[in-house]
């Protein structure tokens, strides 16, 4: 079974940036691709950005294009991502994901972290 475990959220005011890292451990065979989710209170949950485990390509959603960056570094089974000119509307629980099918649907991923909450005032 794989694990995800993800840190590094928190409070940070509008404008500010954030770097979530996510470990990944057992089976990490199984993986082909990686990706960031957020659950706000009353909404649905949804794809914030996503990489190929290996190979280069990334999907962010439309509205943190230009201002999230995913990458990830295989030697340490770590998936980041940096989010800058951190808004409001981004105050979420972000989840960690693992796939083992298609990393840019949001319907495959399998395995999941715990979530973190990051919260940006205004």
């Known amino acids: 079974q794989v694990q995800l475990v993800e840190s590094g959220g928190g409070l940070v005011q509008a404008g500010g940036s954030l770097r979530l890292s996510c470990v990944v451990s057992r089976r990490t065979f199984r993986i082909r691709g990686m990706g960031w989710f957020r659950q706000a209170p009353g909404k649905e949950r949804e794809l914030v950005a996503a990489?190929?485990?290996?190979?280069?390509?990334?999907y962010y959603l439309a509205s943190v294009k230009g201002r999230f960056t995913i990458s990830r570094d295989n030697a340490k089974n770590t998936v980041y991502l940096q989010m800058s000119s951190l808004k409001p509307e981004d105050t979420a629980n972000y989840y960690c994901?693992?796939?083992?099918?298609?990393?840019?649907?949001?319907?495959?991923?399998?395995?999941w972290g715990q979530g973190t909450q990051v919260t940006v005032s205004s």
């Open positions: 990489i190929q485990w290996s190979g280069g390509s990334i």
């Open positions: 994901a693992a796939t083992s099918g298609t990393y840019s649907d949001s319907r495959a991923y399998n395995y």
